[in-house]
C-alpha cells in the first residue's frame, strides 16, 4: 500500500508560482506511476499531470501543459508540482494520486491511491 500527504497550497495572486510535494510512504514508490489532480468547487475531479517510474515521459493536459511541470525523486519518495503564471482557474483542491497502471492515472485514477488534498487559491 501506498499513503501520499500534500503539502504546499496556499493562496497565491494570479501570475505568481507555487510549488506542491507530495510525500508517499512504502519501499514501492518506484514502481508507481504518480500523479496530480485537481478538484474545483461545483466540479469534477480533472487530470493535471502524470509522470512515469523513472521522471523520463510526463503528460499534460492542454490546460496546464507549459506552466506546470512534474517531477519526482525516487531516494526521497516524493513527487513535485511546480506550477507557474497561475490563473485565477487554477483554484482548485490538488490531490496525489498513485497508480500501477499509466492509463488509469492518465484518466481518472480508478483503483488507484489518492492524497488527502491541498487547497490552492489564485487570486486576481
Not at 8 to 13: E, K, P, R, S, T
Not at 37 to 63: H, L
Amino acid at each position: 500500500q501506498v499513503q501520499l500527504v500534500e503539502t504546499g497550497g496556499g493562496l497565491v495572486q494570479a501570475g505568481g508560482s507555487l510549488r506542491l510535494s507530495c510525500a508517499a510512504s512504502g519501499r514501492t514508490f518506484s514502481r508507481y506511476y504518480m500523479g496530480w489532480f485537481r478538484q474545483a468547487p461545483g466540479k469534477e475531479r480533472e487530470f493535471v499531470a502524470a509522470i512515469n517510474w523513472s521522471g523520463g515521459n510526463t503528460n499534460y493536459p492542454d490546460s496546464v501543459k507549459g506552466r506546470f511541470t512534474i517531477s519526482r525523486d525516487n531516494a526521497k519518495n516524493t513527487v513535485y508540482l511546480q506550477m507557474n503564471s497561475l490563473k485565477p482557474e487554477d483554484t482548485a483542491v490538488y490531490y496525489c494520486a498513485a497508480h500501477t497502471l499509466w492509463s488509469r492515472i492518465l484518466r481518472t485514477n480508478d483503483g488507484g491511491y489518492w492524497g488527502q488534498g491541498t487547497q490552492v487559491t489564485v487570486s486576481s
